[in-house]
């Protein structure tokens, strides 16, 4: 028998060649990219004092911490209230009075349609909110209906002879969800509610379009300012990283959380459990 399977082949010598060369010529454009883009910078003399200045002082270290705290309780505050909503219109979508799940089936889609900064401008200006509430509450809206299906669908992914089982052994609805659905259906669901979270994340910067003085915000204001000849791009390359470590941050925690429930006794019962009959377990020779 050969060593492959039906999907992959291992590739042979010409192959291995050919995949090198790719690799080599893959790299080669992404430094002379890069390359350019340095020119591009220190041409248009994006590393002169003058425009790094700035952040050597006190007070527009104190900005930028100030906006970043408030992104971060701008999160806090949607991410949490999103989870909350998401999981009841879930329920509401998993219920078997019809209209209970026709109002939760238009409130999702509703919210899903419309675009985040039209809600947070609409809550803001219309309704008269200050800015922290309504841009929460345009993150909670927006972010809340689109877990609310990820919920719905991690639930429904479990396979239906579990909800089965437990309704024999005469549990009703509130427990076969509390102790049998969700604990196996989270394992599925992380990964989508930790992505839609770094979207909320991300999407706090709209809160500078509405006067919410949030960590893009502080970076508008030391942007514009003509004392240090409008220092655009030394913000963008402060704030952009701090973003992208929050996301790799959160993304982090996701992977933890995968590795802690693999490790977790209770979902490794919840395993042998659900295991198909005849299954050799795992330990078990």
């Known amino acids: 028998m050969t ?14 060649k050919r995949h090198l060369t790719y690799g080599i010529i893959s790299t080669a454009a992404i430094v002379a990219l890069f390359g350019w883009i340095l020119y591009l910078l220190f041409d248009t003399g994006q590393f002169t004092a003058t425009k790094w200045t ?31 909503l998401g999981g009841l219109l879930a329920v509401g979508r998993l219920s078997e009075h019809r209209p209970v799940r026709w109002v939760a089936t238009v409130v999702v889609e509703f919210f899903r349609a419309m675009p985040v900064l039209v ?15 309504a ?6 809206l927006y972010n809340g209906s689109v877990l609310a299906e990820v919920f719905r669908a991690g639930v429904n992914s479990v396979e239906r002879g579990q909800r089965e089982a437990a309704y024999t052994l005469g549990m009703h609805k509130s427990q076969v969800m509390s102790y049998v ?14 992505s839609q979270l770094v979207v909320a994340l991300k999407d706090t910067s709209l809160g500078y379009l509405i006067t919410y003085e949030e960590f893009l915000h502080a970076g508008k204001l030391i942007a514009s300012n003509l004392d240090y000849d ?29 590795g802690w429930q693999r490790r977790n006794p209770k979902t490794e019962a919840a395993d042998v459990a659900s295991a198909e009959p ?3 377990l795992p330990g078990v020779q």
Do not use: H
């Open 278 to 280: 005849g299954t050799l």
């Open 54 to 84: 700035p952040f050597e002082y006190k007070g527009i270290q104190e900005l930028l911490l100030r906006g970043l705290g408030n992104t971060l309780k701008a999160f806090a505050y949607a991410a949490v209230f999103s989870l909350a």
């Open 3 to 16: 060593d492959s399977t039906a999907l992959y082949d291992i590739p042979g010598p010409n192959t291995r």
């Open 181 to 194: 659905l969700v604990p196996q259906a989270v394992r599925a669901m992380l990964p989508t509610i930790i």
């Open 230 to 258: 409008l220092p655009f791009i030394p913000v963008v390359m402060v704030i952009s990283p701090i973003y992208i470590g929050m996301c790799m941050l959160l993304s982090w925690f996701a992977n933890w959380m995968a």
């Open 119 to 133: 809600m947070i401008f609409f809550i803001f200006v219309a309704l008269k909110v200050q800015p922290l509430p």
């Open 135 to 140: 841009l929460v509450a345009g993150l909670t």
